[in-house]
Antibody, heavy 128, light 111 residues
Framework: EVQLLESGGGLVQPGASLRLSCAAS????????MTWVRQAPGKGLEWVSG????????YYADSVKGRFTISRDNSKKTLYLQMNSLRAEDTAVYYC?????????????????????WGKGTTVSVSS | QSALTQPASVSGSPGQSITISCTGT?????????VSWYQQHPGKAPKLMIY???NRPSGVSSRFSASKSGNTASLTISGLQSEDEADYYC???????????FGTGTKVTVL
């Protein structure tokens, strides 16, 4: 069964750093773009960051740009989110998710711009 | 990049049909066929229900259907059942630098 398992969440003070990990199993990890999505307590989903299968292309929400870094180690089948200068508003459940990609009759892309497999999430709390 | 606009809540009786709207701009919903819909039950991870505007993944009930007109996408749930009570989110590719954007979310209540 295709699975994603997040880890690394916890309680930290404002200004601190944290690195989240997402371990993938039962699919060809390097062939797919991956995404981080977060959900603050009682709030909606927020797209945070995405990375192509090779890791060459990365994208960020304006709210985290310059503070968060997405990366991946395809040999370890693991996705990461390095979070620096954490703020109270970063408090959320963080989900990693797989993008299945898109193929037309003429080309294929890493990006299907949707998420077909989700992890269960890891909780990040930023508070003094 | 602002979130796509969804109604906060929609309700219906068992067996009825309901429709959830998702309004964006020509830079996201209106400009591309990369609209998806997710269902989320309390305390659970989101589940993909619709991709590429109107396609259902394997295993998703045919009671769920979706479409798009202009800058607004819509999700329709037919034959409403108690297990459909959940939060629903739309999402779209966006030509802004952020790549993807979610809707504000809609709470579906089965009366």
């Amino acid at each position: 069964e295709v699975q994603l398992l997040e880890s690394g969440g916890g309680l930290v003070q404002p200004g601190a750093s944290l690195r989240l990990s997402c371990a993938a199993s039962e699919f060809s990890f390097s062939s797919y773009a991956m995404t981080w999505v977060r959900q603050a307590p009682g709030k909606g989903l927020e797209w945070v960051s995405g990375i192509s299968g090779s890791g060459a292309d990365t994208y960020y929400a304006d709210s985290v740009k310059g503070r968060f870094t997405i990366s991946r180690d395809n040999s370890k089948k693991t996705l990461y989110l390095q979070m620096n200068s954490l703020r109270a508003e970063d408090t959320a459940v963080y989900y990693c998710a797989k993008d299945p990609g898109y193929c037309s009759s003429t080309r294929c892309s890493d990006w299907g711009y949707y998420m077909d497999v989700w992890g269960k999430g890891t909780t990040v709390s930023v508070s003094s | 990049q602002s979130a796509l606009t969804q109604p906060a809540s929609v309700s219906g009786s068992p067996g009825q049909s309901i429709t959830i709207s998702c309004t964006g701009t020509s830079s996201d919903v209106g400009g591309y066929s990369f609209v998806s819909w997710y269902q989320q039950h309390p305390g659970k991870a989101p589940k993909l229900m619709i991709y590429e505007v109107s396609n259902r993944p394997s295993g998703v009930s045919s009671r769920f259907s979706a479409s798009k007109s202009g800058n607004t996408a819509s999700l329709t749930i037919s034959g409403l059942q108690s297990e459909d009570e959940a939060d629903y989110y739309c999402s779209s590719y966006t030509s802004s630098s952020t790549l993807e954007v979610f809707g504000t979310g809609t709470k579906v209540t089965v009366l």
